[in-house]
């Protein structure tokens, strides 16, 4: 066997392996998701598909399944856009003006950033229910704001830092504005860079955990993750086949954002890894 | 219009202090003028040009356009960017990516709100005068460098600016290209009278295109004329070897007297000094001089004699035309042009200088 092809056959091999290492779990959830007996990977039990536990999920009043998945939706996105928004604007000012302290600003910026959210969630419990917001989307769409914009921050700096300033320097010169300069230029340059920070923070919102489950007390305004957490303690024993189709449930929106922005999102994370 | 600029001065401040990108300078620039700003990078040219557009603003002095104070900080006088008029051409382009051809030379009057037929045909007159009609479709990724830079060009000049400035825009092009381009943005200056100032750290470029040319360095200007003024009467001996390719000679020499008159000893030869020269040496009151000579004005003989430096032949540069002689001399070397060879490597040679195109430096000259 010559080099080359052991080489490849290697390759394939790891690459099969790491494929089937990260999606195992997901090849479980779906299957669990549609087994009639959840711990059908005994042997002694065979494999009987059925769509119960989905369409429970779906149409059961009391799991309020779609409660959950909507909130999750809005308050992503919400988080999503006001974090991109907030973030490309503030980026286009670090990396086009001059002001004292833009580098101290930065890093604190980054050290801010790597405070555990356990340090925080008590006061902002009280800071939330002074302000009545407990159980609402506000509650949680301002906490994750706060907690995606330093690295959403830092990405699109890095990202702006590479746009050239003449295309900044031209937009003046031909009469636009700064902010106009921003809107008709650096934004729709800047789009690969301003979808693949928005995915992500939106996907880092939809995961969030903690917050979520102090600051909502039910369907109103909670989130999946807590939402599917929960399904446990509401018959007496858990509901695995519930959860899991749940679960399937909650990775379809985030896999159409991939698909859909998927050409936007690679120019993104791999634009500046080589020399252009 | 005319452009007037009155003792300016621009300053950054930086962790390190102050840097003074432009010190006091002072130029005017007649209307519809080719004038050229020309110097070794960081010398402040593209700042300068960056203070006439408005992307700066200056720490001193006054910009005026005609009669119009378009920046001052004493009168506290600013006119932002977009209301100046004023286009401008990059080295890197800087054409939009997301905007295909005609998108990108259509957004200046876009931003200035004219209406659609307008644009069309402003777009098409100018895209016609480029010859880059059949490019409007596509995207600046699908375009040649040369293919940019005329999109760039047409971006600037479609909304007939009363300022035109352009900042290195051959520089990434390939020789022969920059040529050519070279002398379609002379004859395309010429049709559209726009006062014009361009940047450059190319002498050639500035010889070729300018009607006149500032040299600068350090922020400052070193010498404002005409192309031919600056290639026969650099002021400075930094202004005659950074103009003319290849540079002047400098070579030290010495004043001596002789029954009442100065006379020029260069390495031990003795050297009559040109009538204009006289009075300067006598003023100067130095023995020390720098004297400066193009190589296309000493003449090499075969043998020396007692009005002649020897040297040795060390390499020969064959130009076409000519050929380019490096002479090894005593004190370091001389570029002679010679349009034979006149000798072979590592013989000795004999050069005269003209005394007629000698020009005298004070070696402790500052160029500012």
């Known amino acids: 066997m010559t080099e080359e092809r052991l080489q490849k056959l290697l390759l394939t091999l790891g690459a099969f392996f790491t494929f089937l290492f990260c999606l195992s779990p997901f090849i479980y959830m779906l299957f669990t998701g549609v087994s009639l007996r959840p711990d059908f990977l005994r042997p002694d039990i065979p494999f009987v598909p059925t769509l119960s536990h989905l369409d429970a999920v779906l149409t059961s009043e009391s799991m309020h399944f779609l409660s959950f998945l909507r909130n999750s939706l809005i308050v992503s996105a919400l988080s999503a856009i006001l974090t991109v928004f907030i973030a490309s604007s503030a980026a286009y000012a670090v990396t086009r003006l001059s002001f004292p302290g833009k580098k101290f600003l930065m890093i604190a910026i980054l050290a801010i950033s790597m405070f555990p959210e356990v340090s925080i969630v008590n006061y902002l419990f009280k800071l939330m229910s002074a302000m009545g917001w407990i159980n609402t989307y506000p509650a949680l769409v301002f906490p994750y704001v706060a907690w995606t914009l330093p690295l959403s921050l830092w990405i699109l700096s890095s990202y702006f830092a590479r746009i050239p300033q003449d295309l900044d320097k031209a937009g003046l010169v031909d009469g636009c504005s700064r902010l106009r300069v921003l809107l008709k230029i650096i934004f729709p340059v800047a789009a690969p860079g301003i979808f693949s920070t928005g995915l992500l923070a939106f996907i880092l919102a939809f995961n969030e955990f903690l917050f979520a489950l102090m600051l909502t007390t039910d369907y109103s305004a909670r989130t999946i993750p807590v939402g599917i957490a929960f399904f446990q303690g509401m018959h007496g024993r858990i509901p695995w086949g519930e959860i899991m189709a749940a679960a399937t449930i909650t990775t379809i929106p985030v896999v159409i954002l991939t698909v859909i922005f998927q050409r936007r999102i690679i120019q993104g994370l791999t634009r500046g890894a080589v020399k252009e | ?368």
């Open chain 2, 1 to 368: 219009m005319k452009l007037t600029l009155e003792t300016c001065g621009k300053r950054f401040a930086t962790i390190r202090g102050f840097v003074h990108a432009v010190r006091n300078i002072s130029l005017e620039i007649g209307d519809s003028e080719l004038f050229i700003l020309l110097g070794p990078s960081g010398c402040g040219k593209s700042t300068l040009l960056n203070l006439v557009a408005g992307l700066e603003g200056l720490t001193k002095g006054e910009i005026r356009f005609g009669d119009r104070i378009v920046d001052s900080p004493e009168k506290g006088l600013f006119v932002p960017v977009k209301e100046r008029n004023v286009a401008m051409v990059f080295q890197s382009y800087a054409l939009y990516p997301h905007l295909n051809v005609f998108k990108n030379i259509a957004f200046p009057l876009e931003v200035a709100k004219k209406k659609t037929g307008e644009i069309k045909k402003a777009v098409r007159d100018i895209a016609r005068m480029l010859e880059i009609e059949e490019l409007l479709g596509g995207k600046p990724a699908e375009l040649s460098g040369g293919q940019r830079q005329r999109v760039a060009i047409a971006r600037a000049l479609v909304r007939r600016p009363e300022v035109f400035l352009l900042d290195e825009p051959l520089s990434n092009l390939d020789v022969q290209l920059r040529a050519s381009t070279r002398a379609e943005l002379k004859r395309l200056q010429r049709e559209l009278k726009i006062t014009t100032i361009y940047v450059t750290h190319d002498q050639t470029e500035a010889m070729t295109l300018g009607d006149r040319i500032a040299l600068l360095r350090k922020g400052a200007v070193v010498q404002v004329g005409t192309p031919e003024e600056l290639y026969q009467r650099p002021k400075t001996p930094f202004a005659a070897t950074f103009v003319g390719s290849p540079p002047m000679n400098l070579i030290p020499a010495e004043v001596v007297e002789e029954k009442g008159r100065p006379l020029l000893t260069v390495d031990s030869v003795l050297m009559e000094l040109p009538e204009r020269e006289r009075d300067w040496v006598r003023r100067l009151g130095k023995r020390k001089v720098l004297l400066g000579i193009r190589p296309e004005h000493i003449v090499i003989s075969e043998s020396s004699g007692k009005r002649t430096i020897s040297g040795t032949l060390e390499t020969v540069e064959p130009l076409g035309r000519e050929y380019l002689l490096h002479i090894r001399v005593p004190w370091g070397n001389l570029l002679v042009l010679s349009e034979k060879k006149k000798a072979e490597r590592g013989e000795c040679v004999g050069l005269s200088i003209d005394p007629e195109h000698m020009r005298l430096y004070d070696p402790d000259q500052k160029d500012d």
